[in-house]
Structure formats: C-alpha cells, structure tokens
C-alpha cells in the first residue's frame, strides 16, 4: 500500500480551514487521533514488543508450565538452523512467482492504462473482481484446475511436457503458480495507476527523437513507472514471501515455506520461542530485502 | 502481409492482457462450476455430475453456514469500529497540524508492509501472556486493527482531493463550523467513507492468517475452509464463493451505473 | 431590485493599519484605506502582493496579525466568517458539487433560518439570467454560468460588501468583457459595495471607481482609474497599469512653472503640476501613445519635445502599430500608432524623431544609480542597425 499511502496531504492542499489556525481547536486532532492510535498501538505495536519478548524466552518452557523470559538470543540461530531450508524456499518461491508476475502483470497494467480506452474502467474492475470470492476458495480451485485428471495436465502429458505419471499438483510448479495468481492484483493496481499517468506524447516524443520502440520504453516508460513498480513489486513479495496457504494446499510438506513452520510452530507444536524467533527473522529477512531493494530501485519517496 | 503485421502489433499487447485475465478468472469460473457439481467422493476435486442441490440446500452442511453467519458478524463489526476510527484519524491527519504527524504516519503504515503472520502471532502472544482468551472479540479486535489503516489511506485520499475552499465558502455563507461540516464536508467524504468500508469488510471476511492465530475455537468461514480442505470439502463451499462473487460485482457494476449517469447528466 | 441594498445599515468600509504576517513573510504590510458604501473598488496587483490575503481578513478566512476592519463604525476584525454582513464570490468560485443550483444558491438563507426561499432565490436567478436553471448541478453549467451562481449565491444574502476573488479569471477573454459589463450593471443595480480584487489592470479600469495599485503589501497608488493611468505616481505603477517609457533624468528644480531636466544629454522640461519630484534623481515618462513618430526633427510641431533614434521592430496588431525606437544612448522606447490610415508604415531600419506635448509626460521619483526603464525590455536587440 506504499505508494496508495501517500496520496499527496499536507503539503498539496491551499490554505488549511481558518477552524484549524484558530486556537480553540488546538486540542481536536489529537482527539480524533486517540481511539485509532491507541487500538494501533494497543494492537500492533505492543504486540510486536510481545512477540520480542517471547522470541527470547527460555525454550525450555511450555505453554503449560510457563515461560520464563531468559533473553535466550540462542533460539535465533537455532531456529535459522533447523528451518533454513523452509526460509529460502519461501524467498525463492516468492521471487519466481514475482518473476512470472512481472511478465504477466506489466503488459496487463500497461495495456490497462493506455490502449484500453473506454473500457478501461470495466478491465479494471475485472483485475479486482477475482479477489470478491474467499482467498481460499480460490486456491482450492487451483486444485481441480491442476488435478492428475484434470485437461491442463493431460494436455501436458500429451504433448510430452509430463511423463506419463508426470503431475502439477503438489509440485513447487503449483505452488509457484498459486503465489503468482493471489498476489497478481496487487502488483497490477499500483502499475497501472502510474502507467495510467504516462503521457503517450512522451513515447511519439520519444520516438520522434530517434528511438526505436523498445528503447522508448527502455528510457522513458520503465523509469516512469518505476514508483507504481517499486510499491507493486513491494505489496506483491511481502504478503507472497509470508504466504503459507498455497504452500499447504497446492504443495506438500516438501514444498512448506516459513509460514507453515510457523504455523505449526504456535499452533500445533506450542513451541512459542521458536514460532516468534521464526516471525522476526521473517520481518527481519523482508525489511532487509525490502530496503536493499529500494535502494536499488533508487524511489525511497514511495515509502 | 504488412497490414495483418501492424494489426498484430497493434493488437499483441491487449491480447496478452486478455490472456492474463482469463488466468485471473479461469479459478472463478472453476469455483462456479464446482457449485454445480455433484462430487463423487469428499475428498475428490474433480468435477463428477451436474445438480443444483448445493444452491437448492447452501445449509446442508450446517457449520459452514454458521461459520459464514459469524463472518459477516465479525466483518460488520469490525467495519463499523475501523471505519469510525480510519475516518476520524484521516481527518485529523488532513486537516489539521499538530505535533508528531510523522510519528503517526508511521504507525498508520507499518500495518500494511507487515507480513499477516507477523501481526496474527504477535497478537497471539499478547492474548496469551495478557491471558485472555481468544475468541469472537478477539478475532474483532485484531480485524479491526489491520482495517483501520485501509480506512485512513482511502479517507484520506477522498479529503485531500476535496477543496478547501468549498467550506470557507459554506462559512463565508453563515454556516457555522458543525454547519458546514455537517452540509458540506459529509456529504462530499461519504463515497470515500463508503468505499473504505466495503474495503474494510471485505478484508475482514476473507482474512485467514491473522484469524487463524487467533480465533481459539472459534470457525469463521475461511477458517471453516481451511479445517474442511484436510477431512474434505463440501460443494456448498463453491455456492458461497460463487454468491461473494456476484454480490461484490452486483455492488461495483451498480455504483459504476451511478457514477455513469450522474456524469451523463453532468 | 434596486430595494436590495438599502435595508443594510449605511456604513464605510475601512481597514486600519491592517498587517498580516506569515512567519517572517509579511504579506500585508500596515495597509489603511477607506471603501466608501456603494462604490466599486478594485485591488490590483501581480500575485503575491497581498491583495487576496487582505480580502481573507475582510471575508474572516484569515486573522490579521494586527489592526481592525471596521464595517461602518464596528471592527469585525476579529468575528467568524459566518457572523459577518460579508459574502464572498470565490476564484473559481467554490460551488457545492452536491448541492443543486438552486440549492446553492439558497445556501446562506437557509443557514440563517429562512423558510420560505424560493422567490428570492428565483428572483436573483433571474437577475443573472439563469431562469430555470436551478434543478442542474454545478457541473453541468459552462464557466460563465457557474461564475453568474456564485455571485447570485453571494447577493442573494445582501452583504454590505461583496467580496469577489479574481471572479473572471477562469473565463475566456471574450465571456470576461461579457461578464465585466454584466457584473458593472448588477453592482448599479443593487448598490452593495464591491471588493474586486484582481491582476487584470484592463479589467480594474473598465469596472472599478476606484483602484488601489498594490506592490508588496502596500498601496502605491490609490485614484480614479483614469487619474492614475495619466498621472502614475511611482514607476511601479507606471509599468504595471498599461506601458511607459521611463528616462533616466536629473532635475534641478522648477523654474517657471515647469521642471526643466537633462536625460542623457537632451535637455527637456514638464509641467510643474505634472512633476512627483521637481530635484534630483527622477524619471522622466511618457506613455507609448502619447509618442508620435515623423521622419525628421524639422517636423515637429512648436512646442513639443523630441528623441532621435532608429526604428528596430514594428508590430501590427491591428488598431495600432507598435514600434520599437532605439535611441542614439541605446534604450529602445515603445511607440503605439494609431492605424488611422493617416501615414504608411515606417519600415525597421529608418531614422525616425518620436515626439510628444509636454503635457502628457511626467516626472517620478528615481533611486539614484537606476537606469532608463522602457517596455517591454528587451537583451540585446537583433539586426538594429547602429
């Protein structure tokens, strides 16, 4: 939601309503700020501390028992160690999907905002449309398009893509497919929404300056869209990299990504110090992909 | 030869758009499908005979149709809080300066570059250690926690686009502050508030992660989703995911026929 | 109609030593002048000299920093926008998108609890031809029309001043002529005083009674239109209000009822009543049309004065044509000759002796050091021949 966060406020409206320079309305933003602040804080912030805190108990403990806080940094590293194959699968996944994303998703957006005309609204809305049915109910259709019996795979048996036995379902194809699919509307909106202010005057003007159509849109339409990119790109991998369903309902435990040890970490084995050890590194992991690559794309002003 | 050339490098981009949306509906048409269908054992997927029993009887399984009951309970709840919360903070953050604006910001953003499971186990380890016990509210609580920031971004957006010099106007015309808050400023951020709380609904309905984390034994329908996927899932699960569909679309093709005409009037 | 105004008390409006500042910026700058009830009075200036900031702290959009805005003999300096007898027509005139035109017309009654609108609102409809109108939303009406809703929502309230914001600036050229005589006749129709406040010198002339010229938060000059386009007290309002020639010049007092100076060399005199300054450093102007061009200095008539110089451009801009003389010390001064068909044109590259009745110059302070002042100023001229 980076680039959708900062819509211009502040600094782009004229003058500020003379009831918010007069002084008896000092105290009313902070009035209206307090119910939602403290919910976030509450509910999000103190959590986070929470969860801190839980990473560096003593491993030792149990639900049952108690956990004593022991500032074990140990359980880091332990935990690095035990699911680290888990952590890159859930990277890799994560990138091939954005991978296919991007191929999928430029064209899509780009045809969008500038060839589609008068029916760009009705396009646009047919990107959303598919998320108005339940995450999970999609991707378990996944299942039946995927299915041993189902044409895709005899297609592909057929055509001597699969072996005989060859199948897509519980395979990492299937899960990479399944990451590409949920996230995909994520990566179109904000690239079409600066695609959409691509003046196509700039590409006559660019070509009327000698450049042949894929240098035009090697030097003037990517480095134009390159916010709408970097915010795209962003609320694709996070959600994608963290993402644990298709893992468990396209795949098998050999394809699991960090999120079903995570799951299974608070959920079924109780071992807290483990799952928040697991969830850090994960935020971790993705702040850190996240900045180098915004420093990378070189926009830090979608943030 | 060079004519249908041209044609198809005019054409090749919107047909690889189409492609993609066709990926994009193929799993839609799959679940409609599927709501028609007659499986031929629980845990088969494929598609067997045709019936229209499961939109004859979408509560034949009964659980499925409580944990949709509790869905939209919790997704109208949770709508109402973050939507009260979201709007006063957007007005707050527009139209007003004050002390620690980028400090809020901040906490207003991280919400959203924050993976699910990282919030859903956070919040689990609160509950746990605060000793609460999960359940309905605390499912509410943690909804409203990741909509509130959804409502801010789609207010703000509506507020920062309205010009402030309609409500000087409203003053210079001897309405008083409530006055032209109530008569002008309202009435022009009610679609955004509108907006922002269908987005928040339908975040709250269809959240899984953070839900799973913390609804203890409580089953909202992607919970209920999520448990069937492992014993088998009834086909009534399609009639619910089809019927989303088409309410959700019902919803954006009517406000876009409004939107439509008032522009033809206009 | 004409009832309208009279059931508002009588009153002046006067702003006393009114300052605004912004930070370090001082925006107005200790600004007192009188509107006297039921004239039409202008302020005009390029953006950022204040003028809008000093019709917000008439309207209540905006508090002064200091000094009063007396309505009559009350200061309502310091009273809500929506507590004042003040209405406002705002630049690009801020219709209510939601409301219907009728309904945004009747805005300001029914805030101040009036039941019964409908005559008035259909009476003021009419008056600025928009009978019929009042079921249409806002966008559905072309400029002009939203402008007439604007001021018909303003004065349906009857303001004792009506304040109006660069009210014609969002109108082509040729709907703004319209839109000047039209507003003109409303203002003599209802007797409310005006405020007009704009950038537009033509559009300050054509309707105001008075203009105030305002540079940097100050009133550098206040007059008649007229009075201040003959006779501009300082060089600011020489070149802002139309086009003057501006000679550097020395002069060393009256003698005689005129104020001999010396401008490069040349010696030439203006009348006493004529002169802002009659010693020292000064300007000596003479407006573009009030120069006449002739081929030799043995044409010109007894008693006028007269530079030699070198015709470099001329502009046909239909009723006139625009010449740029430059003289033997470099300046180039404009010349506007009327195409009365009287003499052919002066082709670029001929001699030529501009002359002018010293009855039409003036004299204005200069700060000493500053150079000739012509317009349009122009780097250095192409293809003059020297």
């Known amino acids: ?303 | 030869m060079t004519r249908i050339s041209r044609w198809l490098a005019d054409r090749w981009l919107m047909g690889v758009a189409l492609l993609v949306l066709g990926y994009l509906f193929l799993p839609i048409a799959v679940v409609a499908g599927l709501s028609f269908n007659r499986p031929s054992s629980r845990l088969s997927y494929d598609f067997n005979e045709f019936t229209l029993d499961n939109w004859r009887r979408p509560c034949a399984t009964s659980d499925m149709c409580d944990a949709v009951v509790r869905s939209v309970q919790i997704g109208f709840l949770a709508t109402v809080v973050a939507t009260v919360l979201g709007t006063l903070m957007a007005f707050a953050l527009v139209r007003h300066r004050f002390r620690g604006r980028s400090g809020i910001n901040v906490l207003i953003f991280l919400p959203m570059a924050t993976p699910e499971l990282v919030m859903g186990t956070s919040l689990l380890a609160l509950f746990v250690s605060a000793g609460v016990p999960q359940g309905f509210w605390t499912i509410v609580i943690a909804h409203v926690m990741f909509c509130v920031s959804f409502v801010v971004v789609t207010v703000k957006a509506r507020l920062a686009g309205m010009d402030s010099r309609l409500e000087e106007a409203a003053m210079d015309l001897y309405a008083s502050e409530w006055q032209t808050f109530r008569r002008i400023t309202l009435p022009l951020v009610l679609p955004g508030i509108v907006a922002a709380a269908l987005l928040a609904f339908s975040l709250s309905f269809d959240d899984f992660i953070i839900t799973n984390f913390n609804a203890g034994t409580t089953v909202t329908f992607p919970m209920y989703v999520w448990g069937a996927a492992q014993r088998g899932i009834p086909p009534q699960v399609n009639v619910i995911g089809t019927a989303m569909f088409l309410i959700a679309l019902l919803l954006v093709l009517a406000s876009t026929l409004r939107g439509r005409r008032a522009k033809r009037f206009s | 109609m004409t009832a309208m105004g009279h059931d508002a008390p009588a009153g002046d409006l006067r702003l006393a030593n009114l300052t605004k500042r912004f930070g370090i910026f001082t925006a107005v700058d200790d600004l007192s002048l009188t509107i006297p009830q039921g004239s039409f009075f202008a302020l005009l200036g390029a953006s950022g000299c204040g003028k809008t900031t000093t019709l917000r702290m008439i309207a209540g959009l905006e508090a002064p920093t200091s000094g009063q805005v007396l309505l009559g003999d009350r200061d309502i300096a310091r009273l809500r926008p929506y507590k004042r007898p003040v209405n406002t027509v705002f630049q690009s005139y801020a219709l209510f998108p939601h409301l219907d035109i009728f309904e945004n017309v009747a805005f300001g009654l029914r805030r101040r609890g009036i039941r019964k609108v409908g005559d008035q609102v259909e009476r003021m409809l009419s008056l600025v031809q928009l009978d019929g109108y009042g079921r249409r939303r806002p966008a559905q009406l072309s400029g002009g029309q939203q402008q007439r809703v604007a001021l018909a929502r303003a004065l349906i309230n009857h303001p004792q001043v009506l304040l109006l914001d660069e009210p014609l600036g969002a109108l082509d050229l040729k709907l703004r002529r319209q839109m000047q005589i039209e507003l003109k006749r409303i203002q003599t129709e209802v007797g409310i005083t005006f405020v007009h406040v704009t950038h537009d010198q033509e559009e300050a002339m054509t309707m105001a009674d008075t203009v105030a010229v305002m540079n940097a938060g100050r009133i550098e000059q206040l007059g008649a239109p007229a009075d201040i386009y003959e006779f501009p007290a300082t060089a600011f309002v020489a070149n802002f209000l139309g086009q003057s020639n501006l000679l550097a010049a020395e002069a060393a007092g009256p003698a005689g009822g005129e104020v001999p100076v010396t401008a490069h060399g040349g010696r030439y005199s203006v009348p006493v009543g004529r002169s802002r300054i009659d010693h020292g450093p000064v300007y000596l102007g003479v407006r573009p049309e009030k120069l006449h061009l002739v081929g030799s200095a043995d044409q010109v008539p007894a008693g006028h004065q007269h530079v030699t110089g070198v015709v470099t451009d001329a502009s046909y801009v239909g009723v006139s044509t625009q010449y740029l003389l430059r003289t033997g010390w470099g300046s180039e001064l404009s010349v506007f000759v009327a195409n009365s068909g009287a003499a052919g044109p002066l082709p670029v590259g001929t001699q030529a002796v501009a002359y002018w009745d010293p009855r039409h110059a003036f004299l204005l302070p200069r700060e000493p050091g500053q150079d000739d002042r012509t317009t349009p100023v122009l780097d250095e001229p192409v293809g003059a021949a020297s």
């Open chain 1, 1 to 303: 939601m980076s680039a959708l966060a900062h819509v211009p406020t502040g600094s782009g409206q004229p003058a500020t309503p003379p009831a918010a320079r007069s002084g008896r309305y000092r105290f009313l933003p902070y009035l209206l700020l307090l119910p939602g602040a403290a919910w976030l804080f509450l509910f999000f912030a103190l959590p986070l501390v929470q969860l801190a805190a839980a990473s560096l108990y003593d491993p030792s403990g149990s639900l049952a028992t108690g956990y004593a806080l022991t500032w074990a940094f140990g359980n880091y590293p332990d935990a690095l160690q035990a699911y680290w194959p888990q952590f890159t699968r859930s990277f890799l996944y994560a990138g091939m999907a954005l991978v296919l994303a991007l191929l999928m998703g430029y064209p899509l957006a780009y045809a969008i905002a500038q060839k589609a005309g008068r029916w760009k609204n009705l396009l646009l809305v047919c990107v959303v449309a598919p998320m108005f049915t339940s995450f999970l109910v999609r991707t378990l259709a996944w299942k039946t398009i995927l299915s041993d019996n189902g044409w895709i795979v005899g297609l592909l048996r057929d055509v001597h893509l699969l072996g005989p036995d060859g199948r897509l379902l519980a395979t990492p194809v299937a899960v990479v497919l399944g990451l590409t699919y949920n996230f995909l509307p994520f990566l179109v909106l904000p690239l079409y929404a600066s695609l959409e202010r691509l003046d196509y005057r700039l590409l006559e003007a660019a070509s009327d300056l000698y450049a042949s159509p894929l240098r035009a849109f090697r030097k003037v339409t990517l480095p134009l869209s390159m916010p709408g990119l970097v915010a795209g790109t962003l609320l694709f991998f996070i959600p994608a990299s963290g993402d644990y369903i298709n893992a468990e309902l396209l795949g098998t435990p050999k394809e699991y990504m960090i999120g079903n040890v995570i799951d299974s970490a608070f959920l079924v084995r109780l071992d807290y110090p483990q799952g928040a050890a697991l969830s850090f590194l994960l935020m971790a992991a993705i702040l850190a992909v996240v900045f180098g690559y915004l420093r990378k794309a070189g926009t830090d002003e979608v943030l």
